[in-house]
């Protein structure tokens, strides 16, 4: 079993970073890797048990599983069930909390998983680097209004 | 029941902050509100259960008992079995949990206690303000930022 842990700081208010967050069909408005995102079966994106449907950019799909979902701990949980690359038994975990000096954000995503033998190293840089670390700057950029002030500069 | 949370960033390694704080019986060489502190019995200050009587710059005295201590998460609960502060059923903890991104520290602090209802605004601030960011302070002063 291989095991996972990313965290950072955000540099705005924990109830910021959730709004972004707790949308589980709403990785397409943030993530860099993500094209597409639906829910299956019309159900809502905060139902426990929902699945999501993504289209990455390489135009690979992928199927995940909302396991928990908790607004007063801020913590959210998924599993993979269809996946274009060799990640088995992935299951994930998302928790903020507050900074309480500074009202900044904790953020901190974690997982595990198994691969086939030989794919550890690369598999496990690829979640660390592609999916975590570009999930943090990407929703740090749009929190903290950097992409905002990008494209207000780019409609002048 | 009234509840503290005090929470912070400490720009060193959760294992180098770790060794500052885990001592139960170390309060005096990194946080500045306590002057004194001893482990009663002669038990050694990571055994679960010892007690520490240490004594506050104010002079206040205070006995508090371990709980819980854990190097693998990074924690320590406590409680009060005495103070001159008007808290019952008093039980802190203290967790630090590292930040990946640099080699940083998030430290969390908190506690949950009863009191008389029109003393809790007070004791919320004094323990959370006074003791728990000043500790946070103290450590973010000894580490650089």
Redesign the interface.
């Known amino acids: 079993m291989i095991r996972i842990?990313?965290?950072?700081?955000i540099d705005a208010p924990t109830d910021r970073v959730w709004a972004f967050l707790r949308d589980f069909n709403g990785h397409d408005r943030w993530h860099p890797a993500v094209a597409k995102s639906t829910i299956e079966r019309n159900q809502t994106s905060d139902k426990v048990g929902c699945v999501r449907h993504f289209f990455l950019r390489d135009g690979s799909e992928l199927r995940e599983k909302l396991l928990t979902l908790s607004d007063l701990e801020q913590t959210f949980s998924y599993c993979l069930l269809d996946t274009p690359v060799p990640l088995f038994n992935y299951v994930a975990h998302v928790r903020l909390?507050?900074?309480?000096?500074?009202d900044?954000t904790?953020w901190?995503w974690r997982c595990s998983f198994t691969t086939r033998p030989g794919l550890e190293e690369g598999m496990r840089q690829m979640v660390s680097e592609q999916i975590y670390?570009a999930g943090?700057a990407a929703v740090r950029a749009h929190v903290t209004g950097a992409v905002t002030g990008a494209s207000q500069e780019g409609r002048t | 029941m009234a509840r503290v949370y005090v929470s912070s960033v400490i720009n060193g390694r959760s294992d180098r902050v770790w060794a500052r704080v885990r001592d139960f019986n170390g309060l005096p060489s990194w946080h500045p509100g306590i002057a004194e502190s001893r482990i009663e019995n002669g038990e050694p200050s990571d055994k679960i259960g010892c007690i520490r009587d240490f004594r506050l710059r104010n002079g206040d005295r205070i006995r508090e008992k371990l709980l819980g201590l854990s190097d693998f998460d990074l924690f320590c609960t406590y409680s009060i079995l005495e103070s001159p502060m008007g808290v019952e059923n008093y039980v802190a903890t203290l967790r630090l949990t590292p930040i990946t991104d640099g080699e940083r520290t998030f430290v969390e602090w908190t506690a949950e206690f009863d009191c008389a209802p029109e003393r809790e605004a007070e004791l919320v601030g004094n323990i959370g303000s006074g003791v728990f960011q000043g500790g946070f302070d103290a450590l973010k002063r000894q580490f650089g930022g």
């Open positions: 842990v990313r965290s950072t700081i909390a507050p900074v309480t000096d500074g900044r904790f901190d670390d943090f």
